[in-house]
């Protein structure tokens, strides 16, 4: 048993005895950030205990935020796309992954959300130990008897990495500073793509400042006109600027507004990036500036430090994680509101009232 785990383990009862689990999955069947969070999960277990194979369960289109994770020894997968291939094939599918990992023989399963999937699997794959979170939403007897160990959250107070971690704490394994980091690995071939495009456009690494202005949830982003000038101010102070987005529609017409507002050309690699080139791309970067979304969490993973906007959003939950970061949001009396703009019309005031002059004094912190 490792070290740092003597006396925690002793007070804890019910404390998994690590030295007798050879096998884990850790399932997270969430949106790409919510996956990324969880990484300091597989990263504590590898690092305390060596000898354990500790695999995951994501869905398809977010493995690239897992994949290339050192700790990580096999990736599973499942694809949204399934229910569209018709019942049988479907079928087919499902089975395919359960006999995939019931050849894993599990000893301890570690489900992060409240997805009836992950109950399911957790029962069907029948594992010496098991761990959730306390789920309101979920309050059936089916669900209790399914686990061995469950664990209280406090959910508007508590940052989401550390959530994820009170999984391991409620079965004995208590993380250090240095393992509770984020990873996400670009990979060589991500890296080497993003330097060559950088070098075509006049800009070498660690010499520019990303700002990836959209989310998926436009009412986390600020406004149009206000990011434009901001990146107008940085322009004139001498800094290149490289600009990002993802190929939606709504983030690429907000990117159209952006840019006929620019007085000078920017490099613009928006809609053109994949996930392991958007990180490279971060992680080259002497300053990620964004809002409440997933390319501000690989600020966190890369060490890029960060000015991050945030809106209607809980920065308590979501915040930069152990990366040099400021945060900038309102006293907008209602905020964090957790709602999709004020009164759910797609705009948030909050994010309004952040002035340029509180970006432009964030990024001089940061990069002086």
């Known amino acids: 048993m490792a070290a740092s785990n003597i006396i925690p383990s002793l007070l804890l009862r019910d404390a998994v005895d690590f030295s007798e689990i050879k096998r884990v999955l850790v399932i997270k069947l969430r949106h790409h950030g919510d996956v990324l969070l969880s990484s300091p999960v597989f990263t504590v277990l590898k690092t305390q205990y060596p000898h354990l194979e500790v695999d995951g369960l994501v869905y398809k289109d977010t493995q690239d935020m897992l994949s290339l994770h050192p700790a990580i020894s096999q990736l599973h997968l499942i694809d949204r796309g399934w229910k569209k291939l018709g019942v049988r094939r479907q079928l087919e599918a499902e089975w395919g992954l359960i006999s995939q990992l019931k050849k894993r023989q599990y000893d301890l399963v570690i489900h992060l959300t409240e997805h009836w999937r992950g109950m399911l699997l957790t029962r069907l794959l029948k594992p010496r ?75 070498s690494a660690g010499e520019y400042i990303h700002i990836h202005p959209t989310s998926r949830w436009l009412f986390k982003s600020w406004d149009v006109d206000k990011m434009a000038t901001l990146i107008n101010r940085l322009q004139e102070k001498g800094h290149t600027i490289v600009l990002s987005a993802a190929p939606s ?120």
Not at 311 to 319: D, F, K, L, V, Y
Request: proline fraction near 5%; hydrophobic fraction near 35%; include cysteine.
């Open 249 to 368: 529609g709504d983030e690429m017409r907000m990117m159209e507004d952006i840019l006929e507002r620019l007085v000078h050309p920017v490099i613009n690699f928006s809609g053109s990036l994949t996930l392991k080139e958007l990180i490279a791309l971060i992680q080259h970067a002497k300053l990620f500036i964004g809002v409440d979304s997933v390319p501000m969490h690989i600020a966190s993973a890369t060490q890029t430090p960060c000015v991050a906007l945030f809106g209607p959003s809980n920065e308590r939950e979501w915040s930069p994680w152990l990366n040099k970061h400021v945060i900038l949001s309102s006293n907008h009396p209602c905020r964090p509101c957790d709602l999709a703009g004020c009164g759910d019309g797609w705009r948030s005031e909050c994010l309004s009232q952040i002035q340029v002059e509180q970006a432009l004094n964030a990024v001089e912190r940061l990069t002086s």
């Open 129 to 203: 130990f098991s761990v959730c979170q306390n789920y309101a939403r979920r309050p059936g007897k089916l669900w209790k008897k399914t686990f061995t160990h469950h664990y209280p959250v406090n959910a508007k107070h508590r940052h989401t990495v550390e959530k994820h971690l009170d999984a391991l704490r409620r079965i004995g394994l208590y993380p250090s500073n240095e393992e509770r980091r984020l990873t996400a690995v670009a990979g060589d071939s991500a890296e080497r793509a993003v330097l060559d495009r950088l070098a075509e456009q006049g800009a």
